[in-house]
């Protein structure tokens, strides 16, 4: 073989050579920009798993994530909390609320010598029955009124009280209905008789034996519904409230702090104290007097 030949033949199998080369290093970088990929999408897919995870193991166990991606920690957790407080509420509302068990009437109680100086029972008995209100007038009371009559009125009585009338009482304020003690002026109210049954009851206003003359300027509070429609009360010579400690003043002398009329949350119901008995009659036809009496039979 001549040098010619020779040299020609060499640079061909160079040449090949060089080819192999360069088509195994396109090889060899298309192998690694696969694994590259592959790299890639291993670390996409395992950073999506770990994402997915801490997804799950908060929502399984109510972390911090789950309430981030789902609108806020504070949003999830207020919403749960609203809930149960509207729930202990509705709760609170059907466990505490009360319904008045008692009637419609009024009890008009002139036993154990009530029914003196200057009260009228048959005039207030009259009164009600005119506004279409059920009444009844009676020296005695047998066993618990309360189905029928929401208010009793105990019309100064001075001497002691049957059993039946702390029963029939205590009836009333347990189904929550009012009782109303019409005391008087000086010695001529029944002061310790009201304010023992006031003391069996359970209330702490008490009935004082002092005496204002005259026809007294009161000045009124807001104390519904007794003093709705009521804009002014004529007394006519009262007694004195010890409104106790909780206690409030229905109206007090104006100018002063005596007093007149006072009424008290016992249980359900309330009592009420009169220190006047012109009202239930001598005076009934005078400013508010009628709306006022009118009044107790409302709840």
């Given at each position: 073989?001549?040098?010619?030949?020779?040299?020609?033949?060499?640079a061909l199998l160079l040449t090949a050579a060089c080819a192999d080369d360069v088509a195994d290093a396109g090889s060899d970088t298309q192998t690694t920009a696969t694994?590259?990929?592959?790299?890639?999408?291993?670390?996409?897919?395992?950073?999506?798993?770990?994402?997915?995870?801490?997804?799950?193991?908060?929502?399984?166990?109510?972390?911090?994530?789950?309430?981030?991606?789902?609108?806020?920690?504070t949003s999830t957790g207020d919403a749960t909390s609203d809930s149960a407080t509207t729930e202990a509420t509705t709760d609170a509302t059907s466990t505490t609320g009360f319904t008045p068990t008692v009637g419609d009437g009024v009890y008009l109680y002139t036993g154990a010598g009530g029914d003196n100086y200057d009260t009228d029972a048959e005039a207030l008995e009259a009164l009600y029955a005119g506004a279409g209100i059920a009444v009844t007038r009676s020296e005695t009371i047998a066993g618990d009124i309360s189905a029928d009559y929401g208010c009793l009125v105990l019309l100064n009585p001075r001497d002691a009280l049957?059993?039946?009338?702390?029963?029939?009482?205590q009836a009333l304020l347990d189904g929550g209905g009012r009782v109303v003690f019409q005391?008087?002026?000086?010695?001529?109210?029944?002061?310790?008789?009201?304010?023992?049954?006031?003391?069996?009851?359970?209330?702490?206003?008490?009935?004082?034996?002092?005496?204002?003359?005259?026809?007294?300027?009161?000045?009124l509070g807001a104390a519904p519904p007794l003093t709705d429609g009521v804009s002014a009360l004529a007394p006519f010579f009262v007694a004195r409230v010890d409104l106790g400690a909780s206690g409030e003043a229905i109206a007090t002398i104006q100018?002063?702090?005596?007093?007149?009329?006072?009424?008290?949350?016992?249980?359900?119901?309330?009592?009420?104290i009169v220190g006047d008995g012109s009202m239930f009659g001598y005076s009934l036809d005078e400013a508010d007097n009628q709306?006022?009496?009118?009044?107790?039979?409302?709840?």
């Open positions: 073989m001549t040098r010619t030949n020779r040299t020609l033949l060499t694994t590259a990929t592959t790299a890639t999408s291993t670390a996409t897919s395992t950073a999506t798993t770990s994402t997915t995870g801490d997804a799950t193991s908060d929502a399984s166990t109510g972390g911090d994530t789950t309430s981030t991606t789902t609108g806020g920690e049957p059993a039946a009338v702390g029963d029939a009482a005391t008087e002026h000086s010695s001529y109210g029944g002061h310790d008789v009201a304010n023992a049954l006031l003391g069996e009851l359970g209330a702490s206003m008490r009935s004082i034996d002092d005496s204002q003359s005259g026809w007294p300027d009161l000045t100018g002063s702090d005596w007093v007149v009329m006072g009424r008290e949350s016992v249980g359900h119901g309330e009592v009420v709306t006022f009496m009118l009044n107790f039979a409302v709840h």
